[in-house]
């Protein structure tokens, strides 16, 4: 990109002590939506706020809520400041701003990345008309540990999958329309890179990675994000093999800029740049700043650490002007690419956020999204759809619970609002059926009478509906677990009521996949949950109910027992394969448990049965320049209509490198009606087989595939193909 004249201008007037301004990002004080939790992270009130921005030492507000109060904030930027420059106005607006669609993870087990374009489109029109030009979304870390607590932020275990959805966020982020149109918000997506790989699946621990895995799982969705669009990007808090991500010169330089071309800006997490004290890999305060700057790392977030360490590097010569420039330079840049020289008050208009708040149609997006996450994972008996003249009893603590129904990550969602599980049953039931709640234990406590309670409900219902799970303080950040499972009280809730021998329904609350246990994973059906936003209660009885048909597959694998963590479905291949059956064979295998899934990436159930063709490729032999067409013939043989998510996956037979026994490459969601037959069409190239090779390139290689196209990560049988040398 070419210098842009105004930024050029403004640079050669700046001081020091302005630039090193424009790269902070602090909470935003002035309309603060919650009290920081960091303590210690710089805190300042709203006047002291205002009068950094008037003496021009910050660059960005973060997690401020309303167009009126910074519009006031950015008046004082504009016209009170010595040089004028507007603010950038940032918040994790992350799954929906006042109307909260599915968590994340929840959104990816659609399989349906346009889902995900349109309730980032519609929180962008919402976070927009509150005074938010920038959000920290979408998130792309790759989950592969269930014990992270951020896995309910991602779109799961799957690269392709995660890279689709990356792409769709930003562009449902930033719409269609340019980046200075009144409602695009600016995507960051974060944490770059290699967040999720985690040691343990403990939030902040290091990352000891190799190169290969890190290109081939890690940093694709990233690249995906920048293809679609997005300019800015966060740092992530964990090292890469020993350096940290935010102070990291390979990752935010040599493959960012150089190998990426990206031009835009890179923000530290929160305090990032801090904490190279603590990893043990800054000095002091002067020696953090200079190894985040000089490595790449743009601006500063909610940290003193730039504000007081650049102007001494600067001074003694350690970080040249011409650096700091640069930075500035991004910072400007990312500013005028969205119009705020042109237009500093767009985003923040009072009226328009009245306006933009609970719209009709983004309400009926909740509802419509939430349906399509839900995941049917059993349905013994064809206990579902329930019929409305069946007596229903509520049992668990999520039943009638409004607090647990948004997600560990909603900021701004309007929680009198959320529909609960108890008002959606009886807006579905009307008068038809009868409906007893009964809250039967706490979400980690007993309570007294609970179970009894539950257990005489249970014993005069047709069926019961167990909502039991995790609630939100479980998922999310900082809240990694050991044991991924149900709660012990709420498992002893599941026994005795499950034991009535009233069929169950579990309705499952979740921010990550769990080890489902007893009387959870052996009740008759199964239902998915995640957190589903606003709309939850309503959705659920739609797909009890059979006003919708269950059509979300699981976008991360559900283990049989928290010890096989981390769990995913596209592992390597190893010299001993499990032989199933045989458990005392010296092969991959835990004593205990074999080495997959009891429900394996991809997963889920319909109201119907699906049969599935053998796949029939045009070719057996791909050219090296040639496209392949995938077909595959499937069959809806029972008699409601549904939607299926087709899936093809492939396995590289024999590699300069060893490869995973199955990799997703497409998917596609397809309405198939009772009895009819549609044909799934795929087409592949060399492309979808590159992987990073034994010599570090990226490339396909010649020779055998194994190639399925299946309802999940774990079935179908393979046809083979070959791809010849070019
Ligand atoms: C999180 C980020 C978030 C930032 C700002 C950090 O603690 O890791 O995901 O965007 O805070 O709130």
Redesign the pocket.
């Known amino acids: 990109m070419g210098h842009d004249p105004r930024i050029e201008d403004l640079i050669a007037r700046m001081t020091v002590e302005e630039k090193v301004g424009q790269l902070g990002v602090f909470a935003d004080a002035v309309r603060p939506f919650a009290p920081d939790v ?1 303590p210690e992270a710089v805190a300042r009130d709203a006047a002291a706020t205002m009068e950094e921005v008037r003496a021009g030492r910050v660059g960005a507000l ?2 401020g809520v309303g167009a009126a109060l910074a519009r006031e904030t950015q008046r004082v930027a504009v016209e009170e400041s010595r040089l004028g420059i507007p603010l950038l106005f940032g918040a ?1 607006v992350i799954h929906g701003m006042r109307t909260v669609f599915p968590i994340p993870l929840g959104e990816a087990a659609s399989f349906e990345p346009d889902l995900a374009e349109r309730t980032a489109r519609a929180t962008a029109i919402e976070a927009t008309a509150a005074g938010i030009h920038w959000t ?1 979304a979408p ?1 792309v870390d790759i989950a592969r540990d269930q014990r992270w607590g951020r896995v309910a ?1 991602t779109s799961g275990e799957d690269t392709v999958l995660a890279s689709a959805f990356a792409a769709a966020r930003v562009r449902g982020f930033q719409g269609d329309a340019g980046l200075t149109a009144p409602d695009s918000l600016l995507a960051t997506p ?2 770059f890179a290699a967040y999720g790989a985690v040691l343990g699946g403990m939030d902040y621990n290091s990352v000891d990675i190799s190169e290969a895995a890190l290109r081939d799982i890690h940093l694709p969705p990233f690249k995906a994000a920048f293809d679609a669009g997005a300019i800015t990007v ?1 740092s992530a ?1 964990n090292d890469i093999s020993g350096v940290p991500a935010s102070a990291n010169r390979w990752l935010l330089t040599d493959l960012l800029r150089g190998e990426w071309n990206f031009d835009g800006l890179v923000v530290s ?2 305090t990032a740049d801090m904490e190279l004290m603590a990893h043990g890999y800054a000095e002091d305060e002067v020696d953090a700043a200079r190894r985040s700057l000089t490595a790449g790392l743009d601006m500063s ?2 940290s003193d650490v730039y504000a007081r360490g650049l102007p001494v590097a600067i001074e003694d010569g350690s970080v040249p002007m011409a650096v700091l420039d640069e930075a500035v330079r991004r910072v400007l840049s990312v500013k005028a690419r969205i119009g705020l020289f042109d237009d500093p008050y767009r985003c923040l208009d009072g009226a328009r956020d009245e306006d933009r708040s609970w719209l009709e149609a983004h309400t009926a997006l909740a509802r419509d999204a939430a349906r399509r996450s839900i995941v049917m994972l059993r349905n013994e008996h064809e206990l579902l759809p329930l019929t409305r003249s069946q007596k229903i009893a509520l049992i668990g603590p999520f039943a009638s619970d409004r607090d647990n129904l948004e997600g560990c990550w909603n900021l701004f969602g309007e929680r009198d609002r959320a529909v609960t599980l108890e008002e959606g049953l009886r807006a579905a039931l009307r008068d038809a059926g009868s409906l007893a709640v009964v809250e039967g234990c706490g979400f980690e406590d007993a309570i007294d009478g609970g179970v009894e309670a539950a257990v005489a409900a249970a014993r005069t219902a047709d069926v019961v509906l167990l909502a039991i799970g995790e609630p939100e303080r479980f998922s999310g ?1 900082a809240q990694s677990r050991t044991q991924i499972v149900v709660p012990p009280a709420q498992q002893t809730l599941a026994e005795a009521v499950a034991a009535t021998g009233t069929p169950v329904v579990v309705l499952l609350r979740n921010g990550r996949a769990l080890a489902l246990q007893g009387a959870v994973a052996e009740a008759e059906a199964i239902l998915v949950t995640w957190f589903l936003g606003a709309e939850t209660g309503h959705a659920v009885a739609d797909v009890l109910f059979g006003d919708a048909s269950p059509s979300g597959r699981l976008p991360v694998s559900f283990p049989r027992d928290s010890g096989q963590q981390p769990l995913f479905y596209n592992h390597m291949r190893t010299g001993r394969p499990e032989l199933p059956g045989k458990p005392w064979e010296f092969k991959a295998r835990w004593r205990e448990h074999p080495q997959s899934a009891l429900y394996p990436f991809g997963f889920g159930l319909t109201y119907s049965t699906l049969d599935y063709a053998s796949p029939q490729l045009s070719a057996l032999r791909l050219g090296w320049n040639d496209t392949l067409i995938v077909t595959c013939a499937v069959t809806n043989t029972g008699d409601r209509d549904v939607e299926e998510v087709v899936q093809l996956y492939v396995h590289d037979r024999v590699a300069s490198r060893v490869r995973p026994v199955r990799e997703l490459k497409r998917f596609q969601k397809i309405a198939i009606k009772a009895g009819e037959t549609i044909e799934a069409r795929f087409t592949l190239t060399r492309a979808d087989l590159a992987f990073t090779t034994a010599d570090g390139g990226h490339a396909a290689e010649p020779g055998r595939f194994d190639i399925w196209i299946a309802p999940h990560s774990m079935a179908g049988e393979p046809v083979t193909f070959e791809l010849l040398a070019a």
């Open positions: 960091n973060f997690n994790d920290y998130m932020e974060k944490h966060m808090f997490d929160y977030m909610q950040e």
